[in-house]
């Protein structure tokens, strides 16, 4: 079993920066992925970014609503997670997730919710005008 904790959610006007942590704690593998997704009042949950690893191999990928503003990176000693957040947008508004699962997806697979096995609770990032 995996627990993950995300923190660093908040409210930010735009054009700020946000960074969120996802610690996790449990079995965690040498090899695994860690998304982030997030979900807007109203809309379903979408993919925001995705790390996975094994051994020295990593790969980061976006969606292009992000891309170029998220920057999705870990601290394998603090077993942590980030999300650093800039030029943030009134369209980020949402609750943003931590998911994780032990193995490290083949590519198809990372942007689907469904292929992610651990959850956090969540935490809200709202973007004021």
């Known amino acids: 079993q995996v627990q993950l904790v995300e923190s660093g959610g908040g409210l930010v006007q735009v054009g700020g920066s946000l960074r969120l942590s996802c610690a996790a704690a449990?079995?965690?593998?040498?090899?695994?992925?860690v998304g982030w997704f997030r979900q807007a009042p109203g809309k379903e949950r979408e993919f925001v970014t995705a790390?996975?690893?094994?051994?020295?191999?990593?790969?980061?990928h976006y969606s292009d609503a992000v891309k170029g503003r998220f920057t999705i990176s870990k601290d394998n000693g603090k077993n942590t997670v980030f999300l650093q957040m800039n030029s943030l947008k009134p369209e980020d508004t949402a609750v943003y997730y931590c998911?994780?699962?032990?193995?490290?997806?083949?590519?198809?697979?990372?942007?689907?919710?469904?292929?992610?096995?651990?959850w956090g609770q969540g935490t809200q990032v709202t973007v004021s005008s």
């Open positions: 449990g079995r965690t593998s040498s090899a695994r992925t």
């Open positions: 998911a994780a699962v032990n193995t490290r997806l083949i590519l198809s697979r990372v942007w689907s919710g469904e292929s992610y096995e651990y």
């Open positions: 790390i996975r690893w094994s051994g020295g191999n990593v790969n980061t």
